[in-house]
């Protein structure tokens, strides 16, 4: 049977007014507050380049396009605008799926970046073990966060909401209950974590509901508080550097230059949906292209041509 087209349907409602019952159905949809929030926070960034105060069924593609020019004038970066677009392609579907309007935007292309990591020095600094004697319940919890995003890269939002009954010491995981794509997620802990944990969680001591990494008045730590709580810590180290994403850039460098690791596991590791954004950490940490470079570099092989000949004829010394 043929397809319908769906009927368009006649709206007098500006384009904010129609974006607040985008929200509205995402929300009733169970997306995430923060994703809610992103979506909200874009639009505005939107709305200085866009006449959204428009009713949204006049909205056409040359306004789009302007758009996007009135972006790039005002020197807006290009992933910032690939982020923008994101959100407005997602509002333009949702119009489209409700038969309010027939536009559609193309992503916006970004640059590509390649992602800071925290260096193998600052690591051992940071992974250096405060005294015990001396130093504060945060500063010590401060030191068990970094060695746990060393150990597996996973979000600021999955710690905080770690229990003490998701570690599994004895099996060497923890499984994370609250995740970015409400996946459950196992992480594994190396020997060394092990025992870290071990020795935190006798001090940290709680009920098995209580979350594993507390403030000192054994609550759940807000997501300010643990952003702050590293800052303070790594500049009491000596570090400019004070990003808690950061580490899981660096633990996907590190897994897959270092260790050797490979995409499928690194996947399941971060937690991604997909293999996307893998890839990307792939194609940006490339440990396959720095491996045996010396066998193929130019610059090498002529080192090497130049010191075999000097070996053959000594006089030219």
Not at 207 to 229: I, K, M, V, W, Y
């Amino acid at each position: 049977m043929k397809k319908m087209p769906k009927i368009r349907m006649i709206t007098r409602e500006t384009a904010t007014e129609t974006f607040e019952r985008f929200l509205l159905t995402k929300r009733a949809h169970g997306i995430k507050t923060k994703t809610v929030d992103t979506y909200s926070q874009h639009f505005h960034a939107i709305s200085k380049h866009l006449d959204t105060s428009r009713e949204v069924a006049e909205m056409t593609s040359e306004d789009l396009q302007n758009m996007i020019i009135s972006m790039q004038e005002s020197a807006l970066s290009p992933n910032s605008i690939k982020s923008y677009t994101i959100t407005l392609k997602a509002f333009l579907s949702w119009c489209n799926s409700e038969g309010i309007t027939n536009l559609n935007i193309a992503k916006y292309k970004g640059e590509e970046t390649i992602k800071e990591t925290y260096t193998d020095e600052e690591l051992f600094i940071l992974l250096q073990k405060p005294n015990m004697k001396k130093c504060s319940f945060a500063e010590y919890r401060s030191w068990v966060i970094i060695n746990f995003l060393v150990n597996c890269g996973c979000r600021a939002s999955t710690i905080r909401y770690i229990q003490n009954r998701d570690v599994d010491l004895d099996s060497h995981v923890i499984y994370a209950r609250h995740t970015k794509n409400r996946k459950a997620l196992v992480i594994p802990l190396c020997s060394e974590m092990v025992l870290v944990l071990r020795e935190y969680m006798k001090i940290r001591c709680g009920e098995p509901e209580d979350f594993l990494f507390c403030n000192e008045h054994g609550e759940q730590l807000t997501e300010n508080a643990l952003r702050c709580s590293i800052v303070v810590y790594n500049r009491r180290r000596g570090l400019q550097k004070t990003s808690i994403h950061l580490f899981r850039h660096t633990f996907a460098r590190k897994y897959l230059i270092d260790c050797g690791g490979n995409a499928f596991t690194l996947q399941k590791l971060l937690g991604h949906s997909t293999l996307d954004m893998t890839k990307h950490y792939c194609e940006i940490f490339d440990a396959d292209i720095a491996k045996n470079f010396d066998s193929f570099s130019p610059l090498e092989q002529m080192k090497a041509s130049k010191s075999t000949k000097i070996q053959m004829n000594p006089k030219r010394r």
